[in-house]
C-alpha cells in the first residue's frame, strides 16, 4: 500500500533563516506531488505541484521554494523565512489528476 | 480558472440531527468531486468523492448529491456523533490539462451531545 511521509512534525524557526520540509511517498511510482500550507483556521492554499521529476509549478509567488530531485521526494524550501511564513504545511500525493489527494501528517511551522 | 463556494462556514448541531454542507463550482467542465474531513490539529482526510457521471453516492451515514446542471454538489451527514465535529472541505477538479483541485474554504461542523 502506498504511504507519505512528511517531517518534521513540527518546527520553530527564527525570522530571516532558511527552511527544509521533505516528503516522501511509498508504494507508487511517478506520482503527482502538492505542497499546500494553512493558516490558523484557514484554507488551504496550493503553493507548488509537481506531475514529474524536475517539474515544478508554483501557485503562489513568495519566497518560497519546491524541487523534486527524486520520484517520490518533494522539498519545500526558503532561503529566509518571514513571519507571514509561519502555518501549518502540508504535502499531497495523487496517483493523477484524476483521483483525490492523500495528505501527509504536516509540519506545524513557527516563524519567531 | 475553476472557483468553488462552501457554505455554512460555521454549522452547529445536536447529536442525531443531519447536517448538510453545500458547494457551487464555476467550472462547467469540472468532473470530480472529493469531500475532506480535518479533525483539530490533523491533516485533511478524504471521506467521499463523486465523479460527474453520477448524481448520488452514499457511504454509511454519509451522503453526496451533485447536480450538473446547477453547478452545485453537496455533503449529507445523518445521525451525527460528537466525532463528528470537525471541518469539512469541498473541492472540484476541472478536466483540463495539469488542473489542480480547487477546495473551499471549508465548514466546520460541531456537534453537541
Known amino acids: 500500500s502506498q504511504t507519505i511521509h512528511q517531517w518534521p512534525a513540527t518546527l520553530v524557526q527564527p525570522v530571516g533563516s532558511p527552511l527544509s520540509l521533505e516528503c516522501t511517498v511509498e508504494g507508487t511510482s511517478n506520482p503527482n506531488l502538492y505542497w499546500y500550507r494553512q493558516a490558523a483556521g484557514r484554507g488551504l492554499q496550493l503553493l507548488f505541484y509537481?506531475?514529474?521529476?524536475?517539474?515544478i509549478s508554483s501557485e503562489v509567488p513568495q519566497n518560497l521554494s519546491a524541487s523534486r530531485p527524486q520520484d517520490r521526494q518533494f522539498i519545500l524550501s526558503s532561503k529566509k523565512l518571514l513571519l507571514s511564513d509561519s502555518g501549518f504545511y502540508l504535502c499531497?500525493?495523487?496517483?493523477?489528476?484524476?483521483?483525490?489527494?492523500?495528505f501527509g501528517s504536516g509540519t506545524r511551522l513557527t516563524v519567531v | 480558472g475553476e472557483n468553488v463556494e462552501q457554505h455554512p462556514s460555521t454549522l452547529s448541531v445536536q447529536e442525531g440531527d443531519s447536517a448538510v454542507i453545500k458547494c457551487t463550482y464555476s467550472?462547467?467542465?469540472?468532473?470530480?468531486f472529493p469531500w475532506y474531513k480535518q479533525e483539530l490539529g490533523k491533516r485533511p482526510q478524504l471521506i467521499i468523492d463523486?465523479?460527474?457521471?453520477?448524481g448520488e453516492k452514499k457511504d454509511q451515514r454519509i451522503a453526496v448529491t451533485l447536480n450538473k446542471t446547477a453547478k452545485h454538489f453537496s455533503l449529507h451527514i445523518t445521525e451525527t456523533q460528537p466525532e463528528d465535529s470537525a471541518v469539512y472541505f469541498c473541492?472540484?477538479?476541472?478536466?483540463?490539462?495539469?488542473?489542480?483541485?480547487?477546495f473551499g474554504k471549508g465548514t466546520m461542523l460541531l456537534v453537541s451531545p
Open positions: 509537481s506531475v514529474g521529476i524536475g517539474q
Open positions: 467550472d462547467s467542465a469540472s468532473n470530480y
Open positions: 499531497a500525493w495523487s496517483v493523477n489528476r484524476d483521483y483525490g489527494y492523500t
Open positions: 463523486i465523479r460527474s457521471n453520477v
Open positions: 473541492a472540484a477538479l476541472p478536466n483540463s490539462g495539469y488542473s489542480t483541485l480547487t
